[in-house]
């Protein structure tokens, strides 16, 4: 085989690598939504583009839709599994996909009402949330289970689902570390008649 070929080839292949790493890093990625915990909002079967660029300069905001690596998903640091995470490349690491509800610094609590409808305050206030599936469905808050009221550390968020009943979010596993982020959903593209975007909106 000529030499020059087998050059041409490699270095093809490289260039590719590279440029696959650098735009799933730096830019951007699609990701398949497997579960029903975004719903209505998401739902199974689902594709999203996942904006990544903005996570080195700037903050999430309450409302924002993120791709994370939860608390309980350890990210090995062999090189193998680095670069499986860089370029999406038989990367088994478990990354979710939530609403950020409580920011740094915030007091944060789940309150059960007498009329079984289910409240998050943030700092004492009521938030609206016109995104979640059902105020009604919510489970009971017990001992294993972060409900508040906690105050959130400086580079703390709190992550729940939209199908409140039907979500594994932070009141089972716990505040979510700034670092764990991946990105920012920007736009549901698949299927079309379900297309989005979702703008920049504090609530």
């Known amino acids: ?101 409580g920011l740094p610094g915030e007091k944060f609590e789940v309150r059960h009402n007498d009329d079984g409808s289910t409240d998050i305050l943030i700092n004492d206030v009521p938030l609206k949330e016109p995104y979640i599936m059902d105020r009604y469905e919510y489970p009971l808050c017990n001992e294993q289970m972060l409900c508040g009221p906690i105050v959130l550390g400086e580079d703390e968020y709190f992550m729940m689902g939209d199908n409140r009943g039907h979500s594994s979010d932070s009141r089972y596993w716990g505040v979510l570390k700034k670092q764990r982020f991946i990105g920012r959903a920007k736009l549901l593209f698949w299927p079309f008649t379900r297309f989005k975007y979702f703008e920049k909106k504090e609530y």
């Open 1 to 101: 085989m000529n030499k020059d070929f087998i050059k041409e080839t490699l270095d093809t292949v490289v260039f590719v690598i590279i440029a696959l790493i650098i735009i799933r890093f730096f830019i951007c990625e699609v990701r398949w939504i497997p579960s029903a915990s975004m719903k209505p909002t998401l739902t199974e079967g689902d594709r999203v583009f996942i904006e990544r660029m903005s996570r080195f300069y700037t903050s999430p905001n309450r409302g924002d839709i993120m791709v994370f690596y939860p608390p309980e998903t350890q990210l090995k640091k062999t090189p193998f599994a680095v670069f499986a995470r860089l370029t999406g490349l038989f990367c088994k690491d478990v990354a979710f996909i939530k609403r950020v509800i």
